[in-house]
């Protein structure tokens, strides 16, 4: 049973129309930079280019070139920077071209930037959000399709998220913008354009034909820390984000199975009583992530249902995810959980 009503948002809406989620995420930055003199974009290509995916186009040219500007090619010092501009009271919201390029900026986003509020006693923090493309399926190799959120999500002082839809990526991005934390602001690139079903042989849909790109204008939020119930149902529980979301429902319709389908939509902070709910519900629970196995966040959400759980399951918690390996180009699908590998774990779970 699909339940893909959206709530109500919080703010100060208009009409409704069909977006993709790019201009969903270019209609967020515009919002608060009209509500907000203090907030500031940021990064490679972002200013008169409109960045590489587009997500930002036309935005210097609205509110001008100290607002929304380009950096030179330096991930360290783009981080670095924001960090500063945070603490001086301005709220930037850097753009990291692709997540595979966020590693130079590690030791500002951990030392500095997840550490300020408590190393200063809240004397001063760190309220920038760091916008990246993540993940893979558009043939990027291995330097254009990582998807490293679990080394954020074992910072503390970080917050995670990662929309899967045009809706929730407008107002997610909203809130994360407007808290004092700092926050990674992963979006799936795959599904910039249209959501993937797991079938790389079929044409892409685009998301106006979906309701989930009905986004209300003007200013609206989604809380963090609030999952999102994709399907309701009482055979089993599945527990993904991003682009997995829309493969993990695929599969799920295809097979029949009457699965209780879970978008975490934010890692830190994570919605655990709704995950608690439903494996409760169906007492079976799959996990599917796009990147690397070991150390993957679905071995953190396995713990935490194994724990949480544990005499209600009826069968042990399995994974569904990248390999251990470098994202290869050439065998991409073969890497990328697909409704085979997703389908094989489902009819494992249901047997035992």
Known sequence: MSTQTKPKPTGETGGERRINMIEAINEALDV?????????????DVGYFGGVFR???GLQEKHGKTRVFDTPINECGIIGAAVGMGAYGLRPVPEIQFADYIYPGLDQLISEAARLRYRSAT?????MTVRSPFGGGIFGGQTHSQSPESIFTHVSGLKT???????????LL??????????????????????FSGYYDKPVEPWKKHEASIVPEGYYKIPLGKARQVREGEELTVLTYGTMVHVAEAVCREKGIDADILDLRTLVPLDIDA???????????????????????????SALVTER???????????????????????????????????EAIDKILKD
Do not use: Q
């Not at 998220?161 to 107002?171: L, S």
């Not at 699908?333 to 085979?340: K, S």
């Open 123 to 127: 004397e001063y923090i760190a309220p």
């Open 55 to 57: 997500c930002t186009a």
């Open 309 to 343: 759980c544990f005499y209600h399951l009826e069968a042990a918690v399995e994974r569904v995810t990248g390999f251990d390996t470098p994202y290869p180009h050439s065998l991409e699908w073969a890497y990328f959980p697909g409704p085979v590998r997703i389908g």
């Open 174 to 195: 909203i809130s994360c913008i407007e808290d004092n934390d700092p926050v990674i602001f992963f979006e799936p690139k795959r599904i910039y354009n249209g959501p």
């Open 161 to 171: 998220v990662i929309p899967a839809t045009p809706y929730d990526a407008k107002g």
């Open 32 to 44: 608060m930079l009209e509500r907000d003199d203090n907030v500031v974009v940021m990064g490679e």
């Open 275 to 301: 995950i608690e709910a439903s494996v409760k519900k169906t007492g079976r629970c799959l996990v599917v992530h796009e990147a690397t196995r070991t150390s993957g966040f679905g071995a953190e959400l």
